[in-house]
T-cell receptor, first 115, second 114 residues
């Protein structure tokens, strides 16, 4: 089945530690996105990539880094510079459908907590 | 400033009752409008979208939404709620451009009582 796989489902980070969240898609989508979700808030865009080997900062990129070496993969690293990393992280990919426009597909998320 | 507002943080309805979730936007022009649903611990699923044309949009799972330009609103409705509809619902808007410009509301959590 085609889809977006995020792993792990739950992740714990110690103070000063970098952690990497995995996002893999087999939908052959060009564009991929990382969102952060906090309770009572909407989704906020961290980084996005519209093509391999290129990515752009979103609204809250500070303390995060990404890479896009393969079309299928868009890992997110939460660095020690991110002082409040506890959140639910969602990865998405998108495709432009003729007469419909761009359609987002979401993974099932990773809950990151600080020990 | 451009924004999207969901005034209701939490709504409780009885199973079988009708539902309306509110969404208001503040943009200089009519944006593209979306409703997404999120089950606990899961990603978002698109329910429906409005680009242009008929202001009453039908979506999946029996949901519909009506675009009202005069009220800058895009409220989500369902005639009869099922217990499985309990989830969080997000309104989202984008004026132009790609999904990277999508702005999400803060969400409305729907609880369904039996």
């Amino acid at each position: 089945d085609g889809g977006i796989t995020q792993s792990p489902k739950y992740l714990f980070r110690k103070e000063g530690q970098n952690v990497t969240l995995s996002c893999e898609q087999n939908l052959n989508h060009d564009a991929m996105y990382w969102y952060r979700q906090d309770p009572g808030q909407g989704l906020r865009l961290i980084y996005y990539s519209q093509i391999v080997n290129d990515f752009q900062k979103g609204d809250i990129a500070e303390g995060y880094s990404v890479s896009r070496e393969k079309k299928e993969s868009f890992p997110l690293t939460v660095t020690s510079a991110q002082k409040n990393p506890t959140a639910f992280y969602l990865c998405a990919s998108s495709i432009v459908v003729p007469t419909y426009g761009e359609k987002l597909f979401f993974g099932s998320g990773t809950q990151l907590s600080v020990l | 400033a451009q924004s999207v507002t969901q005034p209701d943080i939490h709504i409780t309805v009885s199973e079988g009752a009708s539902l309306e979730l509110r969404c208001n936007y503040s943009y200089g022009a009519t944006p593209y409008l979306f409703w997404y649903v999120q089950s606990p611990g899961q990603g978002l699923q698109l329910l429906l979208k409005y680009f242009s044309g008929d202001t009453l949009v039908q979506g999946i799972k029996g949901f519909e939404a009506e675009f009202k330009r005069s009220q800058s609103s895009f409220n989500l409705r369902k005639p009869s709620v099922h217990w499985s509809d309990a989830a969080e619902y997000f309104c989202a808007v984008v004026l132009t451009g790609t999904a990277s410009k999508l702005t999400f509301g803060t969400g409305t959590r729907l609880q369904v009582t039996l």
